[in-house]
């Protein structure tokens, strides 16, 4: 059994320190999975790499209870923390985008209308996903996890009890049906 599962264990238990050390073993590979996704274009200020991965901690804080049984569980449940959060920065952006509480002024430009802006395509995926997901769970985690956690194969097929064989079909088939999806 790895540190991390030893770890998540006892930070189930209760034991605080095991989190913050969970965290502190996990961070590089936190960060790398934050940048990966703030990489695919969700850099246009919505959130840097740093605060996401703080978000993160934030919100397992927040969690009574720390359910991932290992070090792939916990990387996976951390891809759906941060997809949540960025999506939540999106929905912010895009309503700041739209004035908020401010006075609307209408602008003539066909430019700025024809721009999609990073948080509309992060919403859009969100959109499409929860839509996935509806279909067939297994394939919205897959998603999940590689689009919006950057995990690998193997890392996806450890922590769903598949093979990397099966994620790399699911993944296949999911990325089709999203992309009929979003043209839509």
Request: glycine letters at 8%.
């Amino acid at each position: 059994m790895g540190e991390v599962t030893q770890l998540i264990g006892a930070a189930r238990a209760g034991d605080r320190g095991a989190f913050d050390r969970i965290f502190e073993l996990l961070y590089p590979e936190l960060r790398q999975v934050a940048h990966r996704r703030l990489s695919r274009g969700a850099r246009d200020g919505l959130m840097e790499t740093t605060a996401l991965v703080n978000e993160c901690y934030l919100k397992f804080l927040k969690k009574a209870s720390l359910t991932p049984e290992g070090r792939a569980h916990f990387l996976a449940y951390a891809a759906t923390v941060m997809r949540s959060i960025i999506v939540d920065a999106a929905r912010a952006a895009k309503a700041d985008r739209r004035g908020g509480d401010a006075e609307q002024v209408t602008l003539d430009s066909e430019l700025m209308g024809s721009l999609p802006a990073a948080s509309d395509e992060i919403l859009d995926v969100h959109a499409a996903l929860e839509d996935l997901s509806r279909i067939d769970e297994r394939l919205g985690h897959v998603v999940e996890m590689r689009y919006f956690g950057g995990l690998e194969d193997d890392e996806i097929a450890e922590a769903l009890g598949l093979s990397a064989r099966t994620v790399r079909r699911d993944w296949d088939k999911a990325r089709l049906l999203l992309a009929h999806a979003l043209r839509n």
